[in-house]
């Protein structure tokens, strides 16, 4: 019998080339069709190894999700950049692998980025998503998200509207 384990931890040096692999494939699932298809391959071709290789070293907030060694997800966190809402924390991004996805590995690493948050004394979060994207609108309302702001962001020659969940510590 073997075990598999499962681990959330900080980013390091030695994960960029897995969390470009892990952001390649989770955002060609997650906006093929929603965001222009050569705005979203110039967005994921600017996010390289050298791209998260820099945001580690500088001391981003991320938190990689393990399965059985593998990297399966990533988040980032850090101050709210809205400062028209009064939530203290954002988490700016939250993938998954496809193949991971469905699991509860997307609720273990959003549970993590919270606490991390609250640790750096955020008490109360944001997280935004594409409205279109109905299955992170329906993550994050199921996680106890409530709807606070709507908003919008320009893709090329697409405008495409977001919407803004906020948490309470917990």
């Known amino acids: 019998m073997s075990t598999l384990s499962i681990g959330v931890r900080r980013a390091e040096m030695g994960d960029a080339a897995a969390i470009t692999a892990v952001h390649d494939g989770a955002w060609r699932q997650a906006y093929d069709g929603l965001i222009p298809a050569r705005e979203l391959g110039r967005m994921i071709a600017r996010r390289g190894p050298g791209w998260w290789g820099r945001a580690i070293r500088r001391g981003t907030g991320i938190l990689v999700i393990e399965v059985g060694g593998t990297i399966a997800g990533y988040a980032t966190y850090g101050p709210n950049r809205a400062r028209n809402l009064i939530q203290r924390g954002e988490v700016y991004e939250l993938y998954l692998r496809p193949e991971y996805q469905g699991v ?67």
Do not use: P, Q
């Open 104 to 170: 509860g590995l997307g609720t273990r690493l959003f549970l993590a980025a919270r606490r991390e948050l609250i640790r750096h004394g955020f008490d109360s979060m944001v997280v935004w998503a594409l409205a279109d994207n109905d299955g992170a609108c329906r993550f994050y309302k199921n996680a106890g998200g409530r709807k606070v702001a709507r908003g919008s962001e320009r893709f090329g020659d697409r405008t495409l509207a977001k919407v803004a969940f906020a948490f309470a510590r917990g």
